[in-house]
């Protein structure tokens, strides 16, 4: 009879971590808040784009100023997708990388 209740005890604790590990899906991300001003254009030193992976379903941008100051912008706003494609369009990047780095032009 113990062996039966360590075996529900097992299975009762493997249900709990499976469940646990569910809900932390997407909960792994680099930005936990974004910005929703880019600053000065001129200022920015380097752009970093991460696409949505199974650990954190968002596309997120992160931002380093000249200064060493990182901060993560919302992709959804018009300014940032207008920055976006103004730097992508003098710079090439290379494919097949999990992001994709963009130094803007000054």
Avoid: W
């Avoid at 932390?24 to 200022?43: D, F, K, M, P």
């Avoid at 199974?54 to 990182?70: A, D, P």
Wanted: net charge positive.
């Amino acid at each position: 009879m113990s062996s039966m209740i360590k075996v529900f005890l097992l299975l009762a604790v493997m249900v709990c971590i499976s469940k646990a590990q569910l809900n932390e899906t997407g909960q792994q991300c680099l930005c936990h808040r974004v910005r929703n001003g880019i600053g000065r254009r001129s200022a920015i030193k380097d752009v970093q784009i991460y696409p949505a992976t199974i650990f954190c379903n968002k596309v997120e941008i992160v931002v380093t100023m000249n200064s060493g100051l990182r901060y993560c912008l919302n992709p959804k706003l018009m300014a940032v997708k207008k920055l976006l494609t103004s730097i992508m369009k003098n710079t090439s990047t290379t494919a097949g990388s999990t992001n994709t780095r963009i130094a803007p032009s000054a």
